[in-house]
């Protein structure tokens, strides 16, 4: 078995070079280089019960390492990545001239699907939105803010970096500018057109207290929201609706495109109108769709 002198030895040599080089050149995350690291000295350590070193892995330890994890029922994310952690790995021992060849090759990752963005029914998004208390500013203004998210399938920091020079009430459209610096225009709906006419009248001014302002819905400090104060707003306002659906920053843009395509409307109108670039992306939310589409025929049908 090989000793722990040995282990250190691998590990100081080729291993945190290799982690130093993940910092330095690819520009990853904290997190994702130390899931690198656990997976690699996991790894290590599963090669020394047989008195392997790391650096001389063959193709088919990986093999048998993998078929160990899957026995033990390793989800299929944690699999991938693992993947992800060897390949990085051997490729830079063979740009080091460490190895003559990464044993990583031949080896396919697995697939892992599509998964299908959370995402919120027509009631229950009619819920989130009679939330907020009408009767304050701060109330309307995140009223406001739900219903144009709602009625535009924005994202957040769209949303809350919106400008007011962005809002054409008279044609009801929004100008935004998406990733890229792409711009597009979004219209915006009877309802919210309303909403937002009552909170710029209302709200607003209520909300500057006299300091000039070019932010669509600032704080009460005058200053423009932050993409994590609305994620707040949105925990908070779901939890007074009781939904115990898991949420996310951008469950109303997808609740957004979903109910759109529920109701009849072209893929290509709705990747337009969400600003993607690739048709691809948008066709999730098909996906969303159809399992809707299957829970009503199930629920509801005498055969379902």
């Keep these: 078995m090989m000793d722990v002198e040995k282990q250190k030895v691998t590990s100081d040599r080729y291993l945190q070079p290799f982690l130093d080089s993940l910092w330095l050149e690819s520009g990853l995350s904290k997190n994702t ?17 047989s008195d392997i070193d790391l650096i001389a892995a063959s193709r088919t330890d990986i093999l048998r390492y993998q078929n160990v994890r899957m026995r033990e029922g390793r989800k299929v994310r944690s699999e991938a990545r693992l993947l992800s952690s060897l390949r990085r790995f051997y490729r830079y021992l063979c740009r080091e001239e ?31 939105l009679a939330q907020p208390n009408l009767n304050v500013a701060l109330g309307l203004r995140d ?3 739900l219903e144009v998210l709602y009625a535009t399938g924005l994202r957040v920091s769209e949303l809350v970096g919106l400008t007011n ?23 915006l709906g009877e309802i919210a057109l309303d909403y937002l006419q009552q909170y710029l009248v209302e709200s ?54 979903t109910h759109l395509l529920n109701h009849g409307a072209d893929l290509r109108v709705v990747q337009l109108l969400l600003g993607h670039a690739d048709l691809s992306t948008t066709q999730i939310y098909t996906h969303v769709a159809k399992e809707r589409l299957k829970s009503l025929h199930t629920q509801h049908h005498p055969r379902g």
């Design 33 to 49: 280089v130390d899931a690198y690291q656990r997976d690699l000295v996991a790894f290590a350590a599963w090669l020394g019960e």
């Design 98 to 128: 460490l190895r003559d060849s990464d044993p990583t090759v031949q080896i396919e990752s697995p697939r892992l699907g599509k998964s299908l963005p959370s995402s919120l029914n027509e009631d229950e998004v009619e819920m989130l």
């Design 143 to 145: 009223r406001t803010m």
């Design 165 to 187: 020079e962005q809002l054409n009430m008279r044609q009801g459209l929004i100008r935004c500018v998406g990733k890229g610096n792409k711009e597009r225009l979004v219209p």
């Design 204 to 257: 607003r001014p209520q909300l500057l207290k006299g300091v000039i302002s070019d932010d669509l819905f600032p704080t009460q400090r005058g200053k423009a929201m932050s993409r994590q104060a609305f994620w707040y707003l949105i925990k908070r306002y779901a939890s007074l609706a009781e939904i115990k659906k898991e949420l996310s920053p951008h469950t109303l843009r997808h609740a957004f495109a």
